[in-house]
């Protein structure tokens, strides 16, 4: 079982930046992809951005290729996403998932086994 609690939301300007962090509980944290998602009212969760059990390889949606970045710290079973250059049409609810796969950087929402609770990311114009 791995629990997911994600922090560093909130509300920013639009051009600044967040870091949202995703703390994992577990001693298997290593071997799971993580991923980021991020649902906006009335519309359907969509994935960001995902990273692979080993770090090596990331996946990134293409609306925030060249803005975001996603790593992982297996010493301190934490997953980020750095948020920069922000636009009001990334203000959503993000989460960040966990499963345990051999797929490099799992994409689809219904493949993740865990989901922490989201936090709230608004970007004002």
């Known amino acids: 079982q791995v629990q997911l609690v994600e922090s560093g939301g909130g509300l920013v300007q639009a051009g600044g930046s967040l870091r949202l962090s995703c703390a994992a509980s577990?001693?298997?944290?290593?071997?799971?992809?993580m991923g980021w998602f991020r649902q906006a009212p009335g519309k359907e969760r969509e994935i960001v951005a995902a990273v692979s059990w080993s770090g090596s390889a990331t996946y990134y949606a293409d609306f925030v290729k060249g803005r975001f970045n996603i790593s992982r710290d297996d010493s301190k079973n934490t997953v980020y996403l750095q948020m920069n250059c922000l636009k009001a049409e990334d203000t959503a609810v993000y989460y960040c998932?966990?499963?345990?796969?051999?797929?490099?950087?799992?994409?689809?929402?219904?493949?993740?086994?865990?989901w922490g609770q989201g936090t709230q990311v608004t970007v004002s114009p």
């Open positions: 998932a966990g499963v345990r796969t051999v797929v490099a950087c799992t994409r689809s929402p219904a493949a993740y086994d865990y």
């Open positions: 577990g001693r298997t944290f290593s071997s799971y992809v």
